[in-house]
């Protein structure tokens, strides 16, 4: 089953508390990004990665960090630092085409986060 | 309509009425735009893309409508259906050190009576 993976579709953190959340895709994609949606609200950019080893700051990184050791995963770390965590939270994936603005992202199911 | 606050601007149709959902973009250099629907609690699905070279482009009960001059994008749906029903986002191209991103609109909301 091709796709991308999200877990978990809950999760609650603490106050003080660091909470990772994991995005896995099977489709042999590049490129990677976390977004993060306010109720009734678009889409808002994170971070985001064009390829293993290396990520970018989006529109609103502070408070958030990323890592990108593997091809297929993209896990997104909610720091304490982060005031206002509540949110939906979407992981993307696409093929990375240089120079090119065409860019299809296929995203996951989404994990809630919310503060206890 | 404009967004206001919290509130998605919201369009209600009847089941089988052809629906128009409108989006204006930012950015006059953008290249390529993306329409994306959205059922609650899920995350976004690809519907229908296009080039800023083209001014129209269907799909299956789908047409995207690009007007550069105005910067703005429709997407129209035929015969909706309540399957239908989900907030629609349009996304914009920007490019990054060479690489593109995507910049999403606020969204609207669909929704359809049997």
């Known amino acids: 089953d091709g796709g991308i993976t999200q877990s978990p579709k809950y999760l609650f953190r603490k106050e003080g508390q660091n909470v990772t959340l994991s995005c896995e895709q099977n489709l042999n994609h590049d490129a990677m990004y976390w977004y993060r949606q306010d109720p009734g609200q678009g889409l808002r950019l994170i971070y985001y990665?064009?390829?293993?080893?290396?990520?970018q700051k989006g529109d609103i990184a502070e408070g958030y960090s990323v890592s990108r050791e593997k091809k297929e995963s993209f896990p997104l770390t909610v720091t304490s630092a982060q005031k206002n965590p509540t949110a939906f939270y979407l992981c993307a994936s696409s093929a990375r085409l240089a120079g090119v603005a065409k860019n299809i992202q296929y995203f996951g199911a989404g994990t809630r986060l919310s503060v206890l | 309509g404009e967004s206001v606050g919290l509130h998605l601007p919201t369009l209600s149709v009847q089941e089988g009425d052809n629906s128009i959902i409108n989006c204006a973009y930012s950015?006059?250099?953008?290249?390529?735009f993306i329409w994306y629907k959205q059922e609650s609690g899920k995350g976004p699905q690809f519907i229908i893309d296009i080039r800023s070279n083209m001014d129209k482009r269907q799909g299956q009960r789908v047409t995207v409508l690009l007007n550069k001059t105005v910067k703005h994008l429709s997407l129209q749906i035929a015969a909706t259906q309540p399957g239908d029903s989900a907030v629609y986002f349009c996304?914009?191209?920007?490019?990054?050190?060479?690489?593109?991103?995507?910049?999403f609109g606020k969204g609207t909301m669909l929704l359809v009576s049997p």
């Open positions: 990665s064009q390829i293993v080893n290396d990520f």
């Open positions: 950015n006059s250099a953008s290249d390529y």
């Open positions: 996304a914009e191209t920007v490019m990054n050190s060479g690489y593109s991103t995507l910049t």
